[in-house]
């Protein structure tokens, strides 16, 4: 297993930085590397794009937010709270989310909870908003004044209890006089504040308040729309990954096919670039999936069975995890052993078509060395000791079985 993995490390970085096994010049390869770097930024780019293809959770649920608020406030005055923050937002949910998204659908219910919401902000509402704000504005300018006459208040009782001659202090009003405007600026706030709850109040009993109050109090149609939140939260990921997938597997598939085509014709330049193709869309290919391992359906299907059969003890998906990647990681080397760096299948292709072996240019018919790199292209039979080709399975004289690992 180790001599195969050095195997896999080494022919990659093999083809990652030579042409026709020959080391390519620093000018090559900083060109090579600026075009890997942009290529890279537009792939990661255009995963995030069609990633946000798919409307998500907020955006399939956006009343779930508010709702979910509601729900679990233990403020006084929520219901007043509520109904100012509904007409202090724009609307939130337009039609350019299902014009602009190509898939996914919007909830019903958070479809009627913003036309509930729409009706409620209207101009009426708004002038009960503009009231209370005015009044609370001139409540906290008393009582700041309040608070300021209050310091020299008892600072000018201190005066005088002193015998400081009224001439000397450093006060702008007297005790008396200070005492006098205290109790009118708390009979200022006590009036405004009755103006406010009042306010409140008419504000409140509004039809389109009491509508907009009725739907989030409603806690069966709250379920509702928590279950269907929760259920877009959890298939998410997946269909992500799935649609990120979509996107990589062309570039994969074309970058593959052109990769094999130039190694067959020998185009060592067209080869190098194309490996470096596969690589940068494998990059992110491989991200996604561990991505998908820790938040994606995957997890979720074995957080449950931890939870069910092994009595919630979760740590122990760290087991599974430790078991599982290895054996992902030892199929995808298995993988690119039988598709990429099979040896076996590049050199029968190229023994057909009169190819050198390791820089697959067309050489004459029979001919022990390449005229291009000379490289030996035979290797002697361990059976009946003629020159049979490398890298080939089988003795082209007697047909016998050959070490194909051996043949350097």
């Known amino acids: 297993m180790r001599r195969k993995i050095n195997n896999l490390l080494g022919t990659f970085f093999a083809k990652s930085r030579k042409i026709n096994d020959e080391p390519i010049n620093k000018f090559s390869l900083i060109v090579i590397i600026i075009i890997d770097l942009f290529i890279l930024f537009n792939v990661f780019s255009g995963?995030?794009?069609i990633g946000r293809w798919y409307i998500s959770p907020n955006e399939a649920y956006p009343c779930y937010s508010s709702w979910q608020s509601y729900q679990n406030s233990d403020a006084s005055e929520k219901d007043y709270q509520f109904i100012k923050e509904a007409l202090d937002q724009r609307n939130s949910l337009t039609t350019s989310i299902i014009e602009r998204k190509n898939l996914g659908t919007i909830s019903p219910l958070c479809i009627e909870f913003n036309q509930v919401k729409t009706q409620l902000n209207?101009?009426?509402?708004?002038?009960?908003?503009?009231?209370?704000?005015?009044k609370e504005t001139e409540t906290n300018r008393i009582l700041e004044a309040t608070r300021t006459i209050r310091s020299q208040y008892d600072s000018t009782l201190l005066e005088q209890i002193a015998g400081q001659p009224k001439e000397l202090s450093i006060n702008e009003v007297e005790a008396q006089q200070a005492r006098k405007e205290i109790e009118k600026n708390n009979q200022k706030i006590g009036q405004l504040t009755k103006e406010i709850n009042q306010a409140k109040q008419d504000l409140l009993r509004q039809e389109e308040s009491q509508n907009y109050l009725n739907l989030l109090k409603s806690s069966a149609q709250f379920t509702t729309v928590e279950n269907g939140y929760e259920r877009a939260s959890f298939w998410y990921p997946t269909i992500q990954l799935i649609l990120q997938v979509f996107f990589l597997a062309p570039l994969i598939l074309i970058g593959l096919f052109i990769h094999k085509g130039a190694e067959n014709r020998g185009d060592g330049l067209l080869a190098l670039m194309s490996w470096h193709l596969l690589v940068i869309f494998f990059i992110p290919?491989?991200?996604?999936?561990f991505d998908f391992l820790q938040i994606g359906v995957f997890f979720e299907f074995l957080l449950e069975f931890v939870q069910v059969f092994l009595g919630g003890l979760v740590f122990l998906i760290n087991y599974l995890y430790i078991f599982i990647i290895p054996l992902v990681g030892f199929l995808m080397i298995k993988f690119f052993q039988k598709i990429?760096?099979?040896?076996?299948?590049?050199a029968s292709k190229r023994v057909e078509k009169s190819k050198c072996l390791r820089c697959a240019r067309k050489i004459p018919p029979q001919s022990a060395y390449c005229p291009h790199c000379g490289y030996n292209q035979y290797v002697e039979c361990v059976n009946c000791d003629n020159s049979t080709y490398k890298h080939l399975g089988y003795c082209v004289h007697c047909g016998a079985v050959q070490n194909t690992e051996s043949s350097t």
């Open 47 to 49: 995963l995030n794009d």
């Open 285 to 289: 290919l491989i991200i996604k999936f």
């Open 340 to 346: 990429v760096f099979n040896t076996k299948n590049q």
């Open 122 to 134: 209207q101009a009426k509402n708004q002038g009960f908003i503009k009231i209370i704000t005015d």
